[in-house]
């Protein structure tokens, strides 16, 4: 990817619109989308945008139950199947069941993940962090490759984040064997991954067809702070002591509607026809950071970095070749 194309290109849309104002005259009839976390926070806005549209969705759901009951007033074509992105097994059973359907995928939105937990391990003694948010979101778009060819347009989206600016890929140590764990630390690497993850397959798809972005959905309360105790939001600056909201925080942060906008307008938006590889924020394409940059803005360079994406590629390919 060239460093021009990690640019602004005029979307029309503001930072606060909603996903339903971004499909406004767009019709989804006829395609196939899977969006993970699809029955929680941005992901259910995703969803019902989506289906609202005209799209069969399908929610693959850790907690089928909870997707159910979630999803039950969400009008339109949904469907539900079980799957944990933390257990490779799982996965593949349900991208086997998917691929059995004969359906092509138009769309892939990589949007479920894990926040700043305490240290756990999945697979094979993974950091949960990188794991679920990054090689369990890979191994379901590999096993699902067929589906995305066979839709001759298709498009990934992964749910990458500005928490990407707190580091890059910890290339000698991405699962904290050797080095101290820090959560944050993990989300950002995790965030970065997910960016990276997006300009691979992108470099890997455009020849047959597989555009793939990267998106920052902004600042959004939702159960993905499941993990931080107040005290610590209220360390972070999201919440005053007194457990409220401030000003600021309120003019920056978007509503779930909201902050699923760029999500589905990297998805679907005709202007992005052609294009790909790029870290997405307020529904149009980032630009690409500098020395004046806020620690809120942009994509720091090491996600939008071609050989970077291609070594992550490669390790990441080795990890769950072994998994």
């Known amino acids: 990817m060239a460093a021009s194309d990690q640019a602004p290109i005029g979307s029309g849309f503001p930072a606060k619109t909603t996903a339903r104002e971004v499909l406004a005259g767009i019709d989804l009839s006829g395609q196939n989308i899977i969006v993970t976390g699809g ?3 941005i992901g259910l806005e995703t969803v019902r945008a989506l289906a609202g549209a005209g799209a069969r969705v399908t929610v693959p759901a850790r907690r089928a139950d909870a997707a159910a009951a979630a999803l039950a007033s969400v009008a339109g074509d949904i469907e539900i199947a079980a799957m944990d992105l933390g257990d490779l097994a799982s996965v593949r059973h349900f991208a086997d069941d998917y691929l059995d359907t004969g359906r092509g995928l138009n769309i892939l939105i990589n949007n479920a993940g894990i926040m700043a937990p305490p240290l756990a391990r999945v697979g094979k003694g993974w950091e949960s962090q990188f794991g679920t948010n990054h090689l369990g979101h890979m191994a379901l778009a590999l096993k699902l490759a067929p589906a995305l060819q066979a839709a001759d347009g298709a498009r990934v989206v992964a749910l990458s984040s500005v928490g990407h600016v707190r580091s890059d890929v910890i290339w000698d140590d991405p699962h ?4 101290t764990y820090d959560k944050w630390e993990a ?7 997910n960016a990276l993850f997006a300009l691979g397959v992108d470099l890997l798809g455009r020849d047959v067809g597989v555009r793939a972005f990267s998106v920052h959905p902004g600042g959004i309360f939702t159960p993905l702070q499941r993990h931080l105790p107040e005290e610590e939001m ?6 005053a002591p007194d457990g409220t909201i401030p000003p ?16 589905v307008w990297a998805a679907t938006s005709p202007k992005l026809a052609g ?12 630009k690409l950071a500098t020395a004046d940059s806020q620690r809120w803005e942009h994509a720091r360079p090491w996600i939008a970095d071609d050989a970077k994406a291609e070594k992550l590629w490669a390790m990441s390919e ?6």
């Open 234 to 239: 209220v360390a972070l600056g999201w919440k």
């Open 187 to 193: 989300y950002g690497q995790a965030k970065s991954a």
């Open 39 to 41: 029955y929680s926070g």
């Open 318 to 323: 080795a990890m769950l070749a072994d998994a």
């Open 176 to 179: 904290y064997t050797t080095r």
């Open 275 to 286: 294009k790909g590889g790029v870290y997405c924020e307020d529904c149009d394409v980032a």
């Open 248 to 263: 600021m925080v309120q003019a920056m942060f978007k509503t779930p509607e909201q902050g699923a906008s760029t999500s």
